[in-house]
T-cell receptor, first 121, second 119 residues
Framework: GAGVSQTPSNKVTEKGKYVELRCDPI?????LYWYRQSLGQGPEFLIY????????DSGLPNDRFFAVRPEGSVSTLKIQRTERGDSAVYLC???????????????????FGAGTRLSVL | QKEVEQDPGPLSVPEGAIVSLNCTYS??????FMWYRQYSRKGPELLMY????GNKEDGRFTAQVDKSSKYISLFIRDSQPSDSATYLC???????????????????FGQGTILTVHP
């Protein structure tokens, strides 16, 4: 597709369960980002991939959260032993991240998906 | 204290009004600034980006950056009901060149301002 695709759009789970959230970035985008947006707040950074590797995972709140991007395209955010406080919209973004420095900001714009709304009961 | 502060509003204005949205930040490492618009149950979409102090205009939108005061603004002229949304400021550090290319890393967002433009 033309944009960032996230599935599922909504996920309801029970406290203590395991969930996986999927992100399919824009084709050709090498950088992929996960953010979490709580109600009434701006998105907060979780983790960023450059290719297959996590370049910055400083935003992951604890070891219950883990993300992978095994082939440098689709990414999965995994949450173990979910807690009610994990309820939020999980946003994925991707950017081109080209080599060189020709107008880098314009080519590094992050494009967001619609998010997965996670509700932990 | 958050690195980026944004008045959450809500802000309600009549159609045709000029809207001013503002953010302040505390980290002088931030050099690149963006404004995103987010409609209900949608992801943020980029409106404008800039890296210079001063003004940048795009149609009805003007982004203003004052790095000395660590203050950025977005002005919307001739506001329309379709402008009703949450507006998010975002900023980031200078890019780093790594094995995969040049990348800006994470964005730090403000809280978002809810804007309603009524006919």
């Amino acid at each position: 597709g033309a944009g960032v695709s996230q599935t599922p759009s909504n996920k309801v789970t029970e406290k203590g369960k395991y969930v996986e959230l999927r992100c399919d970035p824009i084709s050709g985008h090498t950088a992929l980002y996960w953010y979490r947006q709580s109600l009434g707040q701006g998105p907060e950074f979780l983790i960023y991939f450059q290719g297959t590797g996590a370049a910055d995972d400083s935003g992951l709140p604890n070891d219950r959260f883990f993300a992978v991007r095994p082939e440098g395209s689709v990414s999965t955010l995994k949450i173990q032993r979910t807690e009610r406080g994990d309820s939020a919209v999980y946003l994925c973004a991707s950017s081109l991240a080209p080599t060189g420095t020709s107008r880098p900001l314009a080519k590094n714009i992050q494009y967001f998906g619609a998010g997965t709304r996670l509700s932990v009961l | 204290q958050k690195e980026v502060e944004q008045d959450p509003g809500p802000l309600s204005v009549p159609e045709g009004a000029i809207v001013s949205l503002n953010c302040t930040y505390s980290n002088s490492a931030f050099q690149y600034f963006m404004w995103y618009r987010q409609y209900s149950r949608k992801g943020p979409e980029l409106l404008m980006y800039t890296y210079s102090s001063g003004n940048k205009e795009d149609g009805r939108f003007t982004a203003q950056v004052d790095k000395s005061s660590k203050y950025i603004s977005l002005f919307i002229r001739d506001s329309q009901p379709s402008d009703s949304a949450t507006y998010l400021c975002a900023m980031t550090r200078p890019p780093r060149l790594n094995a995969g290319g040049t990348s800006y890393g994470k964005l730090t967002f403000g809280q978002g301002t809810i804007l309603t433009v009524h006919p």
